[in-house]
């Protein structure tokens, strides 16, 4: 990715100029006329003359004026304000063109910021977003199976239909995003080899039990500091004994998995 970027001069949020019209005053210092600058910058000759009494209108004092005498008997030229004006755009504009340059430079980091941006603004009642990868899709006749690879290198499934995964564009290597509701996960300890039904299993450590009237939030925090939230009820939390630093798993449904991509 590359960045550009152009300058304009404003005054009262009116357009004085840009690139173009400051290209147009320095063509009238070269050319001496109204017509000879225009056909050197690809104007017309009414353009001209109407971007430079906006000019002259905006800035309050002129900045083209015309003189006696010069080709065919009269000229145009450039007031002092003029020549100072066109002097420090190109100054301003030259500072401008380094620090987009500067910018670019950076634009790989910058573009990666940007997502990470636009996933943090994102707004969702799903307690549980994960960013990541899509590692691998296999197509059936009516749902997809998605495998997202998240922070840390964990996968998350996802059962999707199959109209949704191709309006998505999902496909190996697109950048996409996993919504889980915390009341979708369960909590466990100790499964040891225990076999699920539920495709997914995130493990990690107990940092946070907020217990309520009824029910308990927990949080578990998993390798490579992903974090993933499930609601349980208080009678629950107590009989796992969980807390802070405690070994635990978060269980959950491939359909209990929604699929997103950044806009």
Same mark, same amino acid.
């Given at each position: 990715?590359?960045?550009?970027?152009?300058?304009?001069?404003?005054?009262?949020?009116?357009?004085?100029?840009?690139?173009?019209?400051?290209?147009?005053?320095?063509?009238?210092?070269?050319?001496?006329?109204?017509?000879?600058?225009?056909?050197?910058?690809?104007?017309?000759?009414?353009?001209?003359?109407?971007?430079?009494?906006?000019?002259?209108?905006?800035?309050?004092?002129?900045?083209?004026?015309?003189?006696?005498?010069?080709?065919?008997?009269?000229?145009?030229?450039?007031?002092?304000?003029?020549?100072?004006?066109?002097?420090?755009?190109?100054?301003?504009?030259?500072?401008?063109?380094?620090?987009?340059?500067?910018?670019?430079?950076?634009?790989?980091?910058?573009?990666?910021?940007?997502?990470?941006?636009?996933?943090?603004?994102? /707004?969702? #009642? &799903?307690? +549980?977003?994960?960013? $990541? %990868?899509?590692?691998?899709?296999?197509? !059936?006749? =009516?749902?997809? *199976? @998605?495998?997202?690879?998240?922070?840390?290198?964990?996968?998350?499934?996802?059962?999707?239909?199959?109209?949704?995964?191709?309006?998505?564009?999902?496909?190996?290597?697109?950048?996409?995003?996993?919504?889980?509701?915390?009341?979708?996960?369960?909590?466990?300890?100790?499964?040891?080899?225990? /076999?699920? #039904? &539920?495709? +997914?299993?995130?493990? $990690? %450590?107990?940092?946070?039990?907020?217990? !309520?009237? =009824?029910?308990? *939030? @927990?949080?578990?925090?998993?390798?490579?500091?992903?974090?993933?939230?499930?609601?349980?009820?208080?009678?629950?939390?107590?009989?796992?004994?969980?807390?802070?630093?405690?070994?635990?798993?978060?269980?959950?449904?491939?359909?209990?998995?929604?699929?997103?991509?950044?806009?």
């Amino acid at each position: 990715m590359e960045l550009q970027g152009n300058v304009w001069m404003t005054i009262d949020g009116q357009k004085l100029g840009g690139q173009d019209r400051v290209a147009l005053l320095a063509a009238v210092a070269s050319e001496g006329s109204i017509t000879a600058a225009a056909k050197a910058v690809g104007m017309s000759y009414k353009g001209a003359w109407d971007a430079i009494e906006a000019m002259n209108n905006l800035a309050g004092e002129p900045l083209v004026e015309r003189v006696a005498g010069g080709k065919g008997g009269g000229g145009t030229r450039l007031t002092a304000r003029g020549n100072q004006l066109v002097e420090n755009f190109r100054k301003i504009d030259a500072a401008h063109r380094e620090f987009v340059a500067h910018l670019s430079s950076q634009s790989h980091a910058l573009a990666d910021d940007f997502l990470l941006i636009q996933r943090m603004k994102m /707004k969702t #009642s &799903a307690r +549980n977003q994960f960013s $990541g %990868k899509v590692v691998a899709v296999k197509q !059936g006749a =009516v749902n997809d *199976e @998605v495998v997202l690879e998240i922070v840390g290198g964990q996968q998350l499934v996802a059962t999707i239909t199959r109209d949704s995964s191709a309006s998505l564009g999902l496909a190996v290597g697109v950048e996409a995003f996993a919504l889980i509701k915390a009341s979708s996960v369960i909590v466990a300890t100790d499964l040891g080899e225990a /076999k699920l #039904s &539920a495709r +997914n299993r995130l493990t $990690g %450590k107990v940092s946070r039990v907020q217990p !309520g009237a =009824v029910n308990t *939030e @927990v949080s578990i925090e998993l390798p490579g500091g992903g974090t993933i939230a499930a609601i349980v009820t208080k009678d629950s939390g107590e009989a796992l004994a969980l807390e802070v630093g405690s070994d635990a798993s978060a269980i959950f449904k491939a359909s209990s998995v929604i699929i997103g991509t950044p806009a």
